[in-house]
Structure formats: C-alpha cells, structure tokens
C-alpha cells in the first residue's frame, strides 16, 4: 500500500504539505494541490484513518461494547448503531463481552488506544469506566443503565413501568399465582423488573412469594431449567412473568412439552418484543422496547456529543405495551 512519504516523493513536494492537504489545514498553492491530488490518484492512495487519529486525535470510529451477541435484543440494537452512524460518516467496532468483566475490560482500553470518537456501552458499567472516560474526554453513552453519581448520556427503558404493565395485564386476565424468571443478580435491569412484579401484585393485594421466583441468565436455556423448577412444584404457579423473550420462549417449550396449553392451563408474558416470539405458536405475549428506536437514538445523540461536547441530553424511553 501506498504511503504518505510516496505519494510527497512523487508529487515532488514535502511530507507535511501533503499532510496539510490531506487534513485542509495550512495553505496550500493550487498548483500544489493539484500535484497532490494527481499523485493520490496515480498511487491510490488511501489515508490510514488510525493514523490520522493519532494526529488528530478524530478518527470517525465509534466502539460499540455489547455484553452478550447471542441475545438477539443486541444484533438488533447494534444494527441500528451501525446504521446511523454510517449515514453520518463514522463506523463502528463491535466488541462482545461475553458478560465478562475482564474481556470487557480489555476491550474497554483497545477502543481507547484505536483512539475512537465516542464509545456506547450496553448494559452493566462500573464506576471506574465511567470516570475514566470522563477523566479522559471521551464521548460515551451507556444504554440500560442508570448512572447516579455524575450526569453521563444515557438512553435507557423504565424497566419497572414495563414489567408492572407485564403483570398486571396477567392479573387482568384472571392469574393470581404468578411467577418469575428474573435475570442476573448483577444486572440493575433484572432488579428494576423484579421490582415491577412486586409492584403489580402489591397493588392487587396479591402477597409476594419469594420462593416463586427463579433466577435466570436472559439465555434460553435458564428459561428451561426455570420453568422446570416452578411446574415440580406442589402448588406451582397458574402464570409466569420471565423477564426477557428469550427465556420466555425456554420457558414456553417445556410448559409444551409436560402437555400445558397457553394459556388455557398457564399465562406467559415476555419483556423485549423480539421477532421470534411472534413465529412461535402461540404467539408470545411481550412488553416490547423500541430496540431499534433506542440504538438510532443513542447513535444520533453520542454522535452530537462528539460534535457539540457542550451539548449533553438523557433520553428515558417508555415501554410499548403488547
């Protein structure tokens, strides 16, 4: 591949007047840009955009960290992201955690050192990503999570609203012995969801049973061995509450394979509003986040950020309702 020096070589000229074309600062002759530009042309030459970061520290690059691609939630999100910004000229590294702190750690500091624009965090952040990234002027947002120690981009869902709605459509319905498949301990979205199960069921006058709540992983095969663990049960629950689709649809397999109809037999209501819990039959009932909605906007509003650092905004979405 070409380089900078090549093209200075062939257009006679200096490095840093080819520098000065390529990055429009300082004057330049028009005899001289013209010699530029054909040697650009003769070389096909292509700028290392890493390389003009390190200089300018702007590489039209946003790092993208996910915690788990297997969750369809996320590709949709991502795809959004990617969407957005390459309307607005920028491309994104995506980066997948595994949920693993240690991965996301790594992946955390080689998005800094590519020098990238901006960077979106979904899902759990800690303290200390946050306060480094403010510490180091990088444009961030988090979404689906709730930042209370300084003011930070952020776009998430009012998860306890959703999962009220969630439950108490169930207890519309006529279920009183609800369930839950809750996600991970660790995640903040879970906690907020368990708590508008609570929520729902206090305002019935429905008393809560912790031991009707099992843990889960936001995986399909947790929603499986959950909704096992509530059937064997010797009073088990006439509904179930899972806090995400995937698990929903675990949990729908083995309620079909012990011959339950739903929802003849027992409720089920998801959270997320993924497209595969419409191919299924029945059809899975779902409080559904705008998941593209939310990826566009946080796309739209870090890349303001970027542009405008003065300009900070919070966006809070709301649930859609089934």
């Not at 429009?24 to 028009?30: A, P, Q, R, T």
């Not at 013209?34 to 003769?42: D, E, F, S």
């Not at 590294?93 to 693993?100: F, L, P, T």
């Not at 003011?151 to 869902?157: C, F, I, N």
């Amino acid at each position: 591949m070409a380089t900078i020096k090549d093209v200075a070589k062939l257009a006679g000229i200096s490095v840093s007047t080819v520098s000065r074309v390529l990055n429009k600062s300082g004057y330049v002759n028009e005899e001289t840009l013209k010699k530029v530009n054909l040697a650009i042309k003769q070389l096909n030459y292509k700028p290392s955009q890493i390389a003009r970061g390190m200089i300018s520290r702007k590489t039209n690059t946003l790092g993208l960290i996910l915690p788990d691609i297997r969750n369809v939630f996320f590709p949709e999100l991502a795809r959004a992201i990617e969407d957005v910004a390459q309307k607005q000229g920028y491309s994104v590294i995506v980066c997948n955690s595994d949920n693993d702190r240690e991965k996301e750690e790594s992946y955390f500091q080689l998005l800094q050192e590519k020098y990238v624009d901006g960077i979106i965090l979904a899902g759990e952040v800690t303290d200390n990503q946050v306060q480094t990234l403010k510490d180091r002027g990088i444009a961030f947002l988090v979404i689906d999570t709730i930042v209370d120690f300084m003011p930070v981009l952020s776009v998430h869902t009012d998860h306890i609203n959703g999962a009220f709605l969630a439950v108490t459509h169930l207890i519309e319905q006529g279920y009183r012995r609800i369930a839950h498949i809750r996600g991970p301990a660790a995640s903040s979205t879970a906690e907020n969801r368990l708590e508008g199960y609570k929520q729902a069921l206090s305002k019935a006058g429905i008393a809560y049973d912790s031991s009707l709540v099992q843990m889960g992983d936001y995986q399909i095969e947790s929603g499986h061995d959950a909704m096992n663990k509530l059937l064997v049960m010797s009073n088990p629950p006439d509904a179930v509450f899972v806090a995400n689709d995937l698990m929903a649809l675990g949990a729908m397999d083995i309620i079909s394979d012990r011959g339950l109809k739903i929802p003849d037999d027992i409720g089920i209501i998801g959270f997320d509003g993924l497209q595969l819990g419409s191919v299924v039959k029945p059809k899975l009932s779902t409080v559904a986040q705008p998941i593209y909605e939310i990826g566009t906007i946080a796309a739209e509003m870090l890349i303001e950020s970027i542009r405008n650092p003065k300009k900070r905004k919070t966006a809070l979405f709301c649930n859609q309702s089934w």
